[in-house]
């Protein structure tokens, strides 16, 4: 129970980590650099993120699979998963970082329009920022096996060491008067040493064994075969993330963008404490594949779901009880009034999408990412849809009641998970049933 703990408390520290720092460093950039120069820093991370998570949205998959082996007694094949997983990540980041490479000009003449910036600093921003996408993808890599290890501490005190490094020395760089080129240039040296050190930590598991890319048969066939759900799931979390936002401003303007945001930006820790701290129940049940019983993952998944219930009750009703409050202090008494109309069904929405965090990973640990992105990618369409309808009929107040629908939907997940439940298998039967990659034979290579 107190590794479980410990685990949970870094995968909080881990989320927490930087919108902490970037609440203290941003107001320095903002008031030194000016608005223009803080939005390109904004831009530049926000092509790293989106980058970075759309090319490592295979490591679910290579977590799951190196956990499995783990369980199993068969650890002479993680080494085959983790390299393939290495030359998927390495081919999307690269196809993503030369396509923002390339697309850095036009893209830089937009942002210079705007805000009458000179292009040729937004075109080195974008470009830096392309080329932390593959270092991202590559350090992602060892962050997977960590888990797969069930290793929170080791691998978050690297990867917050290395945020809150960066954030200080952004902070300490526009004090000398440096700009936006700096902080980027500065950010992807430690974003290397962070991939640096994730793969030196992972010698406590797996020696001295090297993780050049390759692609091993069997195990590249597993990894596609249930990665590519999680890949599209991530592709559509990133694609989606803005689209309400996008509508709203295009309807009704930006003047509605303002409180629409800043509830959706106070709601989002509900899910995220709750999938931040419930995360390690992802391997923890991949690592038990071959030994745990139907009565013993009901179990299991019953604490998990209360703790779960715990931390999202938690959240929505302090937001509830005081989330008002806090956006008149944040933003203003007028946008905290038209914030007020919203606040409830957002938070409601957001708390049901954080109810849906035990089955999610349950459901991944068992090998179901293809149900897993059906219903997270089908939610998602259909939001759209009803998104669209409302914002028409009902304005701001139906785009806040579009959220309460998805939050619902996310709560399908489960219906497939107490399916297995009531079957009277053992739960993890049907995972060992999945392709496994082919044994190599002896004397030969990946």
Request: glycine share 6%; proline share 6%.
């Given at each position: 129970m107190r590794r479980h703990l410990t685990n949970a408390g870094y995968g909080v520290l881990d989320y927490v980590s930087y919108p902490a720092g970037m609440l203290l460093v941003a107001p320095i950039v903002l008031h030194r650099l000016g608005s223009a120069e803080y939005g390109l820093w904004m831009i530049a991370t926000a092509v790293m993120s989106a980058g970075g998570i759309?090319?490592?949205g295979f490591c679910d998959a290579c977590t799951q699979r190196v956990a499995y082996l783990r369980g199993a007694g068969k650890s002479d094949r993680?080494?085959?998963a983790i390299r393939s997983l290495m030359g998927i990540n390495i081919m999307l980041g690269c196809a993503l970082a030369i396509g923002a490479w390339i697309a850095a000009p036009y893209a830089a003449h937009q942002i210079g329009v705007s805000s009458r910036m000179p292009a040729s600093e937004s075109v080195i921003a974008l470009r830096i920022a392309s080329a932390a996408i593959v270092v991202r993808a590559v350090e992602s890599v060892g962050v997977g096996v960590h888990r797969a290890f069930e290793d929170y501490s080791g691998?978050?005190?690297i990867s917050t060491a290395a945020r809150l490094l960066t954030l200080g020395t952004a902070a300490l760089l526009v004090l000398m008067g440096r700009g936006i080129v700096s902080i980027?240039?500065?950010t992807i040296v430690f974003l290397f040493l962070e991939m640096i050190m994730q793969f030196r930590g992972l010698r406590r598991f797996l020696g001295s064994t090297p993780f050049w890319p390759s692609f091993h048969l069997g195990e590249a066939k597993v990894l596609f075969g249930r990665g590519f759900f999680a890949w599209l799931q991530a592709l559509g979390g990133v694609a989606f993330a803005q689209l309400d936002r996008i509508l709203l401003g295009f309807w009704l303007g930006a003047l509605a963008v303002t409180p629409y945001s800043?509830?959706?930006q106070f709601a989002h820790p509900i899910m995220g404490f709750a999938a931040s701290g419930l995360n390690f129940l992802f391997p923890y049940l991949s690592g038990r594949a071959s030994h745990l019983s139907g009565d013993g993952l009901k179990h299991i998944l019953l604490k998990a779901f209360l703790c779960n219930l715990v931390l999202v009750a938690c959240g929505a009703g302090v937001l509830l009880l005081a989330g008002n409050e806090l956006i008149r202090i944040w933003a203003g008494p007028e946008v905290a009034r038209r914030a007020a109309r919203i606040l409830?069904?957002?938070?409601?929405?957001?708390?049901?999408?954080g109810l849906s965090v035990t089955g999610t990973y349950a459901m991944q640990a068992l090998g179901r990412f293809r149900t897993v992105a059906l219903i997270n990618l089908g939610g998602r369409a259909a939001m759209l849809l009803l998104m669209i309808e409302?914002?028409?009929?009902?304005?701001?107040q139906g785009l806040a009641l579009s959220r309460v629908f998805y939050g619902s939907v996310s709560l399908l997940v489960y219906l497939p998970l107490l399916r297995e439940l009531r079957s009277g298998e053992k739960a993890w039967e049907h995972a060992a049933a999945q392709p496994i990659a082919i044994e190599a034979p002896e004397g030969s290579h990946p």
């Open positions: 759309i090319a490592s993680m080494p085959y691998t978050v005190r980027l240039a500065a800043l509830c959706v409830l069904p957002i938070v409601v929405g957001t708390a049901l999408m409302l914002l028409r009929h009902q304005g701001l």
